[in-house]
């Protein structure tokens, strides 16, 4: 495919914000605290795949099955369809686990992805595999292997970090590797009320607004940024 093929991300109003999707096959980082939808975007990128016959994988270290599932279908996202008509597959692993498939230059994961031709692939989250290695340049060795994978697997991928309080300083002395995208989902309270925000810190190759944007939870289509709404944080 041309380096120029967008993958539709299946939030309302965010594509038009970055020439129509993320770039095919690249990584991209999405930082958020607590509540602010940091799960709800990941699967409704994936499940944007799946309305379209590509097969998608969603790797956790903290999420349960049912739960996800159940949480899921509040939107009316049937991961249980998905799965049984083989185009969706939910691997629980331990950060030791994805260690371990560093070291045996992809293991079970490469072989699942072979065999399903997944498309896209969710990591949640990359900051529970960054505590295993305790010096940052051997943080920046696995995190630069994990993507080597990633991109030998030819997925478009979503990577989170949980981070109660977002800064540039904390993006880039935090997480020390590179990536595609960095995108941060903002949760707080204003005279009382929560808003969600969204904002594109960078995208490679993209040309992307400098505004921070309002991000709503609506029951019918998941995640919607309105683009008509600029926020001040």
Known sequence: MPPSTRVSSGIPGFDKLIQGGFKQGSINLLCGGPGAGRTTLTVQFLVEGLKNGEAGIYITFE???????????????????????????????????????????????????????????????????????????????SS???????????CTALLTSQAAQISDEHVTARLQFEVDSILILYHFRRKGVRYRAIEILKMRGTRTPEETYKLEITAKNGLAVDTAKVVNI
């Open 63 to 141: 999420e349960k099955k049912e739960k996800l599932y159940a949480d899921m279908m509040e939107f009316g996202w049937d991961l249980k369809k998905y799965e049984d008509d083989g185009l969706f597959k939910f691997l629980e692993y331990t950060p030791e686990q994805v260690k371990r498939v560093l070291v045996e230059g992809g293991g079970t994961i490469d072989v699942i992805i072979t065999q399903m031709k997944a498309k896209r692939l969710v990591i949640d989250s990359i900051t529970s595999f960054s505590m295993l290695f305790q010096d940052e340049l051997t943080q920046k060795e």
């Open 144 to 154: 630069l292997a994990l993507f080597e994978l990633i991109n030998r697997w030819g």
